[in-house]
């Protein structure tokens, strides 16, 4: 069975307070992004098709970092983004339009450098079972809904936490995708439930946070120094 994963790095940096844009910052002397596309890289078993989404203004300072650090440029393809992830991931999926419907897609958030090879292996596995698989994390922080004359409190154990990757067929993705039921959401699995597809879930972990503030990038520095990454 043919297998892809999408990785969408378009983030500016601005929530982490910095010029650089946060998949480009560097962990241990490594840049995020470079943690994040190895890791599907090097998993033999799944014979993954990478393609990695950039903004193409951001694209010859990439290959500049490839360089540096080394990355094997052959085990990827480089497609530019949109000006929203929703079309940016519409890219990738574009690019991919020779792979046949039943094949499994990843999406995967270029900021999240730790889901690691088992858990990705998991989620292929249940989305070859299911249609798809969506990982996901218990909350552990009590919950209030807001509303316009307050707030209340909810139930945390109706909720969970959602991951990437996300691993769908392709004919789900290309249905979410299409203009019958594509807007922009924060996860593909809206699209594809929206699309009229029921989601599978799958235990996730905590390491697989999304850097997206300074103190992840400094838990992000604890995780790769004590290599709870490696999952």
């Known amino acids: 069975m043919e297998r892809a994963v999408i990785i969408t790095a378009g983030g500016s940096g601005l929530r982490m307070g910095s010029e650089i844009p946060k998949q480009f910052l560097t962990i241990n002397g490594v840049p995020l992004l470079v943690y994040t596309?190895?890791?599907?890289?090097?998993?033999?078993?799944?014979?993954?098709?990478?393609v990695l989404v950039l903004p193409e203004i951001q694209s010859s300072y990439w290959l500049s970092l490839v360089e540096k650090y080394g990355v094997d440029s052959s085990g990827y393809e480089i497609v530019f983004g949109g000006p929203s992830r929703g079309q940016s991931i519409r890219n990738g999926l574009n690019h991919l339009a020779d792979l046949a419907d039943d094949a499994l897609i990843a999406v995967h958030d270029?900021?999240?450098p730790f889901a690691g090879q088992i858990l990705t292996g998991l989620c292929f596995a249940e989305a070859e079972k299911f249609g798809n698989a969506v990982p996901v994390v218990a909350i552990r922080d009590s919950m209030r809904a807001v509303k316009s004359n307050g707030s209340e409190s909810v139930n945390r154990e109706n909720f969970v936490a959602v991951q990437t990757p996300q691993v769908f067929r392709h004919s789900q993705l290309k249905a979410a995708y299409s203009p019958e039921f594509f807007d922009e959401a924060s996860d593909d699995a809206t699209l594809v439930e929206r699309a009229g597809f029921k989601i599978h879930t799958v235990p996730g972990h905590h390491y697989n946070f999304k850097v997206t503030f300074p103190p992840d990038f400094a838990m992000a520095e604890w995780v790769v120094k004590n290599k709870l990454g490696e999952l």
């Open 37 to 50: 596309l190895k890791q599907f890289a090097e998993d033999e078993s799944l014979k993954l098709r990478i």
């Open 110 to 112: 270029g900021v999240r």
